[in-house]
T-cell receptor, first 115, second 112 residues
Framework: EAQVTQNPRYLITVTGKKLTVTCSQN?????MSWYRQDPGLGLRQIYY???????DKGDVPEGYKVSRKEKRNFPLILESPSPNQTSLYFC??????????????FGPGTRLTVL | GESVGLHLPTLSVQEGDNSIINCAYS??????FIWYKQESGKGPQFIID?????DKRQGQRVTVLLNKTVKHLSLQIAATQPGDSAVYFC???????????FGQGTELSVKP
């Protein structure tokens, strides 16, 4: 089954404790992206990757890191989480960006709470 | 800065009626637009997209209209069903770059 998986689905942590949220897709997509979703603010892009070893900042990259060492995986790293990073996070992938019928598949989301 | 926004945060319709969800965008350089549907507890799901060289595109029960003059995008859902109840987001992209900017979303509620 074609899908984007994220782990963990739920995480409660404390300020300053490094964490990684994994994202994996099995569709051989080149493009992957991370978003956070907050009430009243919609989805905001954190980082994206057009291909392996190519990453770039979205609108809200501060406090986050990513890596794209292989095509299927795109982990999101919070080196020193803070309470304002409490949010619902989505990973997504697609063949490319900005092309017709280029369906972007989203993962199920990771609910992160930073105390 | 540039942003995508929505006229109506909530929309309630009767089952069987047509629904129209609106979106305003401010970046005149954006050339690709997408509509997503997000059901409660799930990730967004692609519905339909349109490029700036078109005014209209139709899918199954959905139509997207693009008015570049007033920077307005709309999603029309024909014969709305209870399963259409969800939050709908528009998003914009420029020049096939990696950045995607989402609107805040409109919650569609379908009354049986």
């Amino acid at each position: 089954e074609a899908q984007v998986t994220q782990n963990p689905r739920y995480l409660i942590t404390v300020t300053g404790k490094k964490l990684t949220v994994t994202c994996s897709q099995n569709m051989n997509h080149e493009y992957m992206s991370w978003y956070r979703q907050d009430p009243g603010l919609g989805l905001r892009q954190i980082y994206y990757s057009m291909n392996v070893e190519v990453t770039d900042k979205g609108d809200v990259p501060e406090g986050y890191k990513v890596s794209r060492k292989e095509k299927r995986n795109f982990p999101l790293i919070l080196e020193s989480p803070s309470p304002n990073q409490t949010s619902l996070y989505f990973c997504a992938s697609s063949w490319t960006s900005g092309s017709y019928d280029n369906e972007q598949f989203f993962g199920p989301g990771t609910r992160l709470t930073v105390l | 800065g540039e942003s995508v926004g929505l006229h109506l945060p909530t929309l309630s319709v009767q089952e069987g009626d047509n629904s129209i969800i609106n979106c305003a965008y401010s970046n005149s350089a954006s050339d690709y637009f997408i509509w997503y549907k997000q059901e409660s507890g799930k990730g967004p799901q692609f519905i339909i997209d349109i490029r700036s060289n078109m005014d209209k595109r139709q899918g199954q029960r959905v139509t997207v209209l693009l008015n570049k003059t007033v920077k307005h995008l709309s999603l029309q859902i024909a014969a709305t069903q209870p399963g259409d109840s969800a939050v709908y987001f528009c998003a914009e992209n420029y020049n096939q770059g990696g950045k995607l900017i989402f609107g805040q979303g409109t919650e569609l509620s379908v009354k049986p």
